[in-house]
């Protein structure tokens, strides 16, 4: 079943402006995951934040994970065009499946 | 797309007919996956494998049979295609990256598959 669920749905942004989109999930993780889908593409592995991790980096990716709240988000600083794509976040609870929500599709604006 | 390949890239069939889709990797992974993307549904677990021979269903797996005799293959079948069968298939393929390494997914190209 679905677990992580990412808001908002979609976001459009002017080059250079950082996007964040966040992620809500309903059952304990062993770690969140983050991934990027290019139009047409298949999913690639951007990101692992382990459920004892708060925030981790990743060149011009920020993500923090709040167990708490069952909630994580991801940043992209300085979007490029390039950023351009649907981003997931995916929770693994501690089997080898994931449960994938439904992205954020980010646009960035030239 | 870390060694792994999905064949056919596009078929359109009718309805009623078998479909089968493969999944070739090349990666020794352990475990692989075959998802479905629809519109506003994400990613779907349709079957997955633990091993050779080992398959186990997934969210959506009605309509649907999986096998897995090698290692690095892992096929899907669609016994007798329908219109809400229609949708890009991923396979995926992971394994343990390391210690305290979690399941990493590495996913195909897809295959986009229409039922007329």
């Known amino acids: 079943s679905q677990q992580g669920e990412e808001d908002p749905q979609a976001l459009s942004i002017q080059e250079g402006e950082n996007a964040t989109m966040n992620c809500s999930y309903k059952?304990?993780?062993?770690?969140l995951q983050w991934y990027r889908q290019n139009s047409g593409r298949g999913l690639v592995h951007l990101i692992l934040?382990?459920?004892?991790?708060r925030e981790k980096h990743s060149g011009r990716l920020r993500v923090t994970l709040d167990t708490s709240k069952k909630s994580s988000s991801l940043l992209i600083t300085a979007s490029r065009a390039a950023d351009t794509a649907s981003y997931f976040c995916?929770?693994?609870?501690?089997?080898?499946?994931?449960?994938f929500g439904a992205g954020t599709t980010v646009t960035v604006r030239a | 797309d870390a060694g792994i390949t999905q064949s056919p890239r596009h078929k359109v069939t009718e309805t009623g007919t078998p479909v089968t889709l493969r999944c070739h990797q090349t990666?020794?992974?352990?475990?692989m996956y075959w998802y479905r993307q629809d519109p506003g549904h994400g990613l779907r677990l349709i079957h997955y494998?633990?091993?050779?021979?080992?398959?186990d269903k997934g969210e959506v797996s009605d309509g649907y049979s999986v096998s897995r005799s090698k290692t690095e293959d892992f096929l899907l079948t669609l016994e007798s295609a329908t219109s809400s069968q229609t949708s890009v298939y991923f396979c995926?393929?992971?394994?343990?990256?390391?210690?305290?390494?979690?399941?990493?997914?590495?996913f195909g190209p897809g295959t986009r598959l229409t039922v007329t």
């Open positions: 995926a393929i992971s394994d343990l990256a390391g210690e305290n390494a979690g399941y990493e997914q590495y």
């Open positions: 059952t304990s993780i062993n770690n």
């Open positions: 494998s633990y091993g050779v021979k080992d398959t």
């Open positions: 934040i382990r459920s004892n991790e």
């Open positions: 990666e020794n992974h352990r475990y």
């Open positions: 995916a929770t693994d609870h501690n089997d080898y499946k994931l449960s």
